[in-house]
């Protein structure tokens, strides 16, 4: 398995400013994704982070919106830009570890006022 | 036709009695198969893991795989107030390692 961090585990921002989520894991994994979920409602993925190339995005989310980057193989940030109150939801980074099995950070629960 | 399908619930099970989750998926190409449980206001935590038809057990729960048919079940034997929560269904298809979710079954275990 693999233990996943993530800083902030909250924070309230004002509409068009932007936030960096850091999601840190305590092996080195090949693959690690970035989800939101909004409150009642399943996940859904934004994209996938690439150590040493560009993330590969989901329909609907943006690099200019939601830019990642991805340094190492135990860490990774996603940043939300010029928020809105349609981006209050929970954001979740995960990683691969194992035969291809996925696990989950703690979530960071952004509120945009 | 959603990709991953399960039962919304709420499912109410006494205490002591087996918590049957279903799942179906639309994709035949699809080849692991996973459990999450995820308790309010927390992310989801795998639980089962399943990757060939037939059962695999661990402790209290056991998935079953069906690939002819596809659906993918979780059994909890011996349920627990401590059981209730929302369980995810999620599979990955072939030479992808992306996951799918299910909408999630709300399960409740009544003392």
């Known amino acids: 398995s693999a233990v996943i961090s993530q800083k902030p585990s909250r924070d309230i921002c004002q509409r068009g400013t932007s936030l960096t989520i850091q999601c840190q894991v305590d092996?080195?994994?090949?693959?690690m994704f970035w989800y939101r979920q909004q409150p009642g409602q399943s996940l859904t993925l934004i994209a996938t982070?690439?150590?040493?190339?560009?993330?590969?995005?989901e329909s609907g989310f943006v690099i200019d919106k939601f830019p990642i980057s991805r340094p190492n193989l135990t860490f990774s940030t996603l940043t939300v830009s010029n928020m809105s109150p349609e981006d209050s939801s929970i954001y979740l980074c995960?990683?691969?570890?194992?035969?291809?099995?996925?696990?989950f950070g703690p979530g960071t629960r952004l509120t945009v006022t | 036709q959603k990709e991953v399908e399960q039962n919304s619930g709420p499912l109410s099970v006494p205490e002591g009695a087996i918590a049957s989750l279903n799942c179906t998926y639309s994709?035949?190409?699809?080849?692991?198969f996973f459990w999450y449980r995820q308790y309010s206001g927390k992310s989801p935590e795998l639980i089962m893991s399943?990757?060939?038809?037939g059962d695999k057990e661990d402790g209290r729960f056991t998935a079953q795989l069906n690939k002819a048919s596809q659906y993918v079940s979780l059994l909890i034997r011996d349920s627990q107030p401590s059981d209730s929560a929302t369980y995810l269904c999620?599979?990955?298809?072939?030479?992808?390692?992306?996951?799918?979710f299910g909408t999630g079954t709300r399960l409740t275990i009544i003392p």
């Open positions: 995960s990683a691969i570890a194992g035969v291809d099995e996925q696990y």
């Open positions: 092996s080195q994994v090949t693959m």
């Open positions: 982070a690439n150590q040493g190339s560009e993330a590969t995005y």
């Open positions: 994709d035949r190409v699809s080849q692991s």
């Open positions: 399943i990757y060939s038809n």
């Open positions: 999620a599979v990955i298809r072939f030479g992808n390692e992306k996951l799918t």
